[in-house]
């Protein structure tokens, strides 16, 4: 996942571990934040099939704010999460399926210092998928006639 911070530098964040990176477009990086979360291990296998197993921890996207935050989008398993039982039917899969086994939250870390500065958790139908200009993310919402819906949310 990559944040543009200015035209020569990008934040770059890790998919499959909590590491994120200040990288210069001349190829150089001088800063890493490896933030410590008990339920972010480095998952060390591949995704598995939605809802057959717990599904590890992911970064989803990064943004960097006006006021010089890391923004980042993470999915995890529900607390709550429950197996698909294996005599549900096969149906159509939908990206937003995955929040009836997940959960995203959006954690606001201070760039200098590394600091968790808050955290805001979507336990919600839309799933999250990328942040937009001026405190904006974009997500999808499955209607009941089982179209998608695009959604925009505020942060605050």
């Known amino acids: ?62 943004h960097k704010d006006t006021s010089g935050h890391l923004l980042v989008l993470i999915e995890r398993a529900r607390s709550d999460f429950k197996p698909k039982p294996p005599n549900e039917p096969a149906r159509g899969y939908a990206p937003t399926d995955r929040m009836r086994y997940c959960e995203q939250l959006v954690e606001t870390i201070d760039e200098k210092t590394g600091e968790l500065l808050g955290t805001a958790i979507n336990r919600t139908d839309v799933l999250l998928m990328q942040f937009l200009a001026d405190g904006r993310l974009f997500g999808i919402r499955k209607q009941s006639n089982g179209d998608l819906l695009p959604v925009i949310w505020r942060m605050q």
Do not use: C
Not at 2 to 29: F, I, P
């Open 1 to 62: 996942m990559l944040a543009k911070v200015n035209d020569s530098t990008v934040w770059v964040a890790h998919n499959t571990e909590y590491k994120l990176e200040r990288w210069y477009l001349n190829g150089t990086s001088d800063k890493t934040l490896r933030p410590t979360r008990e339920w972010f291990p480095p998952q060390l296998k591949g995704p598995t099939p939605l809802g057959t197993e717990r599904p590890g921890t992911s970064i989803f996207a990064i």
